[in-house]
């Protein structure tokens, strides 16, 4: 019996350091393959940088690793440029072949490759994948359809606008991705998301409305502004956040009345809108929210009036039973003056 | 100014590949570069260093953007300094903050480097 536990215990411990033998070699060539993918990227970045200039780059002979490396540091750049820097990343791609390249694999019938495409396709600036990406987004792979969902946003495509949308009503796409893309392409979404306020379920509409908020301008207000009186309180706090981001002055009257509201969340919404808008008519509300609400209300009231109007903020907090939000940010308008 | 007579310019931002491109285009352009990955060692390179101009990215870590105009404003050795946004975020409150925190100009990301070339020419031309 003894001898048999001697011969287990011997065989554990030798699994045991083939396994840490393993881990380690493991380690050691993960190390290699990330010091190899920083060289090359280092080799290299001189001939993205001068590519994206618009300078006339003879590249050196590359093998199959360091073209890859060369289209990530371009992809990479892709997401930060715009205008004629990026047009020359597509053409550099389209001169390539790697958009051709990737098209081709958009028809794969291995749904991670679709994917793969759909996502590489939009970091190589590649407008001419517009119409196949556009398809991919009814794919019956969801991971496929976001990724190009994600790709069409990046190619800032105005074709996607309604189809996006329809995505974010529907809720076929994660409407996160959905939103973002028209994020991506813009002002020019406004008028299709505008659309989207009006007898939409709530969890859509917030994202129309946040997305409004970012993009749209002082034209959208009343439209928003009608949303303050939802029945959904998350609706009425995404409105309140909306017009503070528009800069909606008309909307004072309706955010006062909104700090009111029954709900905390968006009572502070409300509050946050009318600091951002600077309205000089609401510093006594805003005062009064600030002592006697509670903690978050409280406290997004204070940091208001602290916007609206820094004297009644410094007038307010030094009164008896100010409490301590206001108090506190008396300090740090002090402290930012 | 550099130590060779060219003029010098702070760029602050996390994102690595924004510092390079922004360097490789100011740096052909004839302007020596400084570079700093966050508000506060831009704050403190700007305050040691003194550039001709300053290009802070809006969402930094440590410090923002705004925040670090600020304090550039409340140095001596800065006050003055040009300081242009690079920012994401191009809503009306947003580039009104950058203006009530001191910034003298903004350009927008996703960033094209030969408008952001000229507005740094234009903008140490006024001064």
């Known amino acids: 019996m003894i001898e048999e536990l001697g011969w ?27 010091r190899r993918r920083v060289d ?62 990737e098209l081709s694999h958009l028809e794969d019938r291995r749904a991670w490759r679709r994917a793969s495409a759909a996502h590489a396709l939009g970091g190589m600036a590649a407008e001419r994948a517009i119409p196949a990406l556009l398809k991919a987004l009814t794919d019956p792979d969801r991971d496929v359809a976001a990724a190009a969902a994600r790709s069409l946003g990046r190619l800032g495509a105005l074709e996607a606008v309604e189809p996006l949308a329809y995505a974010l009503r ?70 309140a956040r909306a017009l503070g981001r528009l800069g909606a002055e008309e909307a004072a009257n ?48 204070a940091r208001a009036l602290a916007r609206v109007s820094p004297e009644v903020l410094e007038a307010v907090a030094s009164a008896p039973g100010a409490g301590p ?6 300090d740090v308008a002090q402290v930012q003056a | 100014m550099s130590e060779n007579g060219q003029p010098l310019i702070l760029i602050a931002d996390d994102d690595p590949d924004i510092l390079e491109l922004v360097s490789f285009r100011l740096e052909r352009a004839g302007y020596e570069v400084l570079q700093a990955r966050n508000g506060e060692e831009a704050v403190q390179v700007a305050i040691v260093r003194r550039p001709d101009l300053a290009i802070l990215d809006v969402m930094m870590p440590r410090l923002d953007g705004y925040e670090a105009t600020r304090r550039l404003r409340e140095h001596d050795e800065t006050r003055r300094m040009p300081v242009i946004l690079l920012t994401a975020r191009v809503q009306e409150d947003d580039i009104a903050r950058g203006f ?28």
């Not at chain 1, 287990?8 to 190390?31: D, E, H, K, M």
């Not at chain 1, 905390?264 to 600091?275: D, E, I, K, Q, S």
């Not at chain 1, 939000?325 to 008396?330: F, G, K, R, T, Y």
């Open chain 2, 100 to 127: 009530e925190a001191g910034a003298d100009d903004y350009v927008k990301k996703p960033f094209s480097p030969q408008e952001l070339g000229s507005r740094v020419q234009a903008v140490l031309g006024r001064r």
């Open chain 1, 170 to 239: 529907d809720g076929r796409l994660p409407r996160a991705v959905s939103a973002q893309a028209l994020l991506s392409i813009g002002p020019p979404a406004v008028p299709r998301l505008r659309d989207l306020l009006a007898d939409t379920p709530s969890e859509v509409t917030v994202f129309a409305v946040d997305l409004i908020g970012l993009l749209g301008d002082a034209s959208d207000a009343p439209q928003v502004m009608a949303l303050l009186r939802d029945t959904s309180a998350e609706v009425r706090a995404h409105a």
């Open chain 1, 40 to 101: 090359a990227e280092e080799r290299l970045r001189p001939f993205a940088l001068g590519l994206v200039e618009g300078d006339s780059i003879s590249l050196p002979p590359l093998n199959a690793y360091e073209s890859r490396a060369l289209a990530v540091v371009l992809t990479r750049y892709a997401r930060q440029v715009s205008g004629a820097a990026l047009a020359r990343i597509g053409a550099f791609f389209e001169d390539r072949g790697h958009v051709t390249h």
């Open chain 1, 8 to 34: 287990v215990s011997g065989a554990l411990a030798l699994l045991s350091f083939l396994l840490v033998c393993t881990l380690a070699g493991r380690r050691v060539t993960l190390a290699r393959a990330e």
């Open chain 1, 325 to 330: 939000h206001l108090a506190q940010a008396a």
């Open chain 1, 254 to 301: 309706e955010l006062r009345r909104a700090l009111d509201d029954r709900i905390p969340f968006v009572r502070v919404n409300a509050a946050h809108a009318l600091g951002a808008i600077g309205d000089a008519f609401a510093t006594l509300a805003l005062a009064r929210q600030a002592r006697v609400d509670g903690f978050d209300p409280a406290e997004a009231a």
